[in-house]
């Protein structure tokens, strides 16, 4: 799993691909569809797409002389099944941040509140 996880996070790690799979996401398309948003040569796009399927994110058909592209589920929901476990951990760790700057401003407001002047005082008064 690990590796597979690597292999997923290394392919993401572009942003080209990561365009690749957007497009891939509203269904099939060819090389050719898939390059015409990309100023870069086919080949380009085709080595892009071998890392997409190396990692398993897309798998390519071949129908006569078609061979569409299509986007594979798994090793996306592998990556974010890890990731969730993070997720927690950092919703955790704000709450307790959230919580602890509440206490701050708390304890700020009470020491405001003892040494603040009252009116007497500013006024030079006292009761």
């Not at 996880?5 to 060819?30: C, K, Q, V, Y």
């Not at 071998?50 to 798994?74: F, M, N, T």
């Amino acid at each position: 799993m690990t590796s597979d996880l690597n292999a997923t996070f290394s392919a993401l790690a572009d942003p080209t691909r990561r365009a690749i799979l957007a497009r891939l996401a509203a269904g099939e398309s060819s090389v050719t569809e898939l390059a015409e948003p990309f100023e870069m040569s086919l080949p380009a796009i085709s080595k892009h797409l071998k890392v997409l399927e190396r990692a398993g994110l897309i798998a390519r058909g071949r129908e006569a002389q078609w061979r569409p592209c299509r986007l594979e589920a798994r090793p996306l929901r592998d990556a974010a099944n890890w990731l969730e476990h993070y997720r927690r951990f950092w919703e955790e760790s704000f709450d307790r941040l959230g919580e602890y700057l509440r206490e701050l401003r708390s304890r700020e407001r009470g020491r405001l509140k003892k040494t603040s002047p009252t009116k007497e005082k500013i006024n030079g008064r006292k009761k």
